[in-house]
């Protein structure tokens, strides 16, 4: 059984940073895609990024040259470094492993922007 489990979360002034982490276990996931996504209230969840190895990755628009997301496969762990943070990046976030069939989601942590 695949356990993700995400930490990091927390409030932060605008323009400030925060690192989310994923830690795997029950699998080696060295070979599987892994994204973050977010939902914020009353909306839908949305891809924040996608990383297949640290040379292939995606990033949605909103966040673009101000998140990064890698990957330590030797610890089963993927990272969110937060950079520049805005009040409407805040949003649970989630991790996510696109394990086959039919994939896998953490629990998700609390972001929060705001002065």
């Known amino acids: 059984q695949v356990q993700l489990v995400e930490s990091g979360g927390g409030l932060v002034q605008p323009g400030g940073s925060l690192r989310l982490s994923c830690a795997a276990s029950g699998t080696d996931l060295s070979f599987t895609p892994m994204g973050w996504y977010r939902q914020a209230p009353g909306k839908q969840r949305e891809m924040v990024a996608i990383?297949?190895?640290?040379?292939?990755?995606n990033y949605s628009d909103s966040v673009k040259g101000r998140f990064t997301v890698s990957r330590d496969n030797a610890k089963n762990t993927v990272h969110l470094q937060m950079n520049s943070l805005k009040p409407e990046d805040t949003a649970v976030y989630y991790c996510?492993?696109?394990?086959?069939?039919?994939?896998?989601w953490g629990q998700g942590t609390q972001v929060t922007v705001s002065s």
């Open positions: 996510y492993a696109a394990v086959i069939p039919s994939g896998y």
């Open positions: 990383i297949i190895s640290d040379d292939r990755t």
